[in-house]
C-alpha cells in the first residue's frame, strides 16, 4: 500500500501540476468536496495536501499558492455542507421515524452541538471521514451559523496551514522521507484523533 500512495500520489500530482492552470483547480475541487459534499468522504485530504507540501519543497508548485487555495476550498465546502444539513436535514426528520432516522438522534445531534460544536468543527478538520460529515451534521442539529463559521474558518486554516507546511519541512530536512509517506500520513490522522478520543472519554466519564 505504501509503494502505491508513494508512486501514484506523487506521480499524478506531478502529472497535474506540469499541465498548465489545472492543478490547483483539481486540489481545490477534491478538498471541497472533501470538506462538505457526501460524495467526497473517501478523497484522500490529508494525504493529497501533505504530498502537495513535498512537491512545493522540490520547487514543482507554490506552497503559498497552495494554502490559499486550500483554505478557501475548506471553508466554503465546509459552509455548503453546513446549509445542505440546516435545509435537508429537519425535512428528513420530519418523517416518521425508522431505523435510519430517528427524531430522538436529530435532538442529540443538537444537544451536541449547544455543548461541543466549537471544538467538533475544529477537531473534526483533521480526522477523514469525520470531516465530510460533522458541517453536515452542525446543520442538522442548528448549530448557530455565526458560531459554526467563526471555528469553521479557524480550523480550515489550521489545517490548510499546518499539513502541506509539514510535508514542506520534512522533506527538505529528512533525506527520503517520501519513501515514508504512508506512515506519516497514518501518524498525522492519529495524532489529529487524539483531541477527540479524549473528549469523547470526558464526555461518557461526566455522565
Not at 473517501?42 to 487555495?69: C, K, M, N, R, Y
Not at 431505523?99 to 449547544?114: D, H, Q, S, T
Amino acid at each position: 500500500m505504501e509503494a502505491i500512495l508513494h508512486i501514484d500520489l506523487i506521480g499524478i500530482l506531478k502529472t497535474i501540476f506540469n499541465t498548465a492552470g489545472i492543478g490547483y483547480i483539481i486540489i481545490f475541487g477534491i478538498i471541497f468536496a472533501e470538506s462538505g459534499l457526501l460524495i467526497g468522504f473517501f478523497l484522500p485530504g490529508d494525504s493529497l495536501l501533505f504530498t502537495a507540501g513535498l512537491l512545493a519543497s522540490q520547487g514543482i508548485i507554490s506552497l503559498w499558492i497552495l494554502i490559499v487555495v486550500v483554505i478557501v476550498a475548506a471553508i466554503s465546502g465546509d459552509t455548503v455542507g453546513y446549509w445542505f444539513g440546516h435545509k435537508v436535514g429537519p425535512m428528513i426528520f420530519k418523517r416518521e421515524d425508522s431505523r435510519i432516522f430517528k427524531k430522538e438522534n436529530l435532538m442529540r445531534a443538537e444537544k451536541f452541538y449547544e455543548r461541543h460544536g466549537a471544538k467538533t468543527i475544529v477537531l473534526a478538520r483533521f480526522i477523514p471521514f469525520i470531516r465530510t460529515f460533522a458541517p453536515i451534521v452542525a446543520g442538522v442539529g442548528n448549530m448557530k451559523y455565526r458560531t459554526f463559521l467563526i471555528y469553521n474558518i479557524a480550523g480550515g486554516i489550521v489545517w490548510a496551514v499546518s499539513v502541506p507546511i509539514a510535508g514542506y519541512y520534512l522533506f527538505r530536512y529528512i533525506p527520503n522521507i517520501d519513501k515514508y509517506l504512508l506512515p506519516i500520513i497514518l501518524l498525522i490522522i492519529v495524532i489529529s484523533a487524539i483531541p477527540a478520543i479524549l473528549e469523547f472519554i470526558r464526555s461518557k466519564k461526566k455522565k
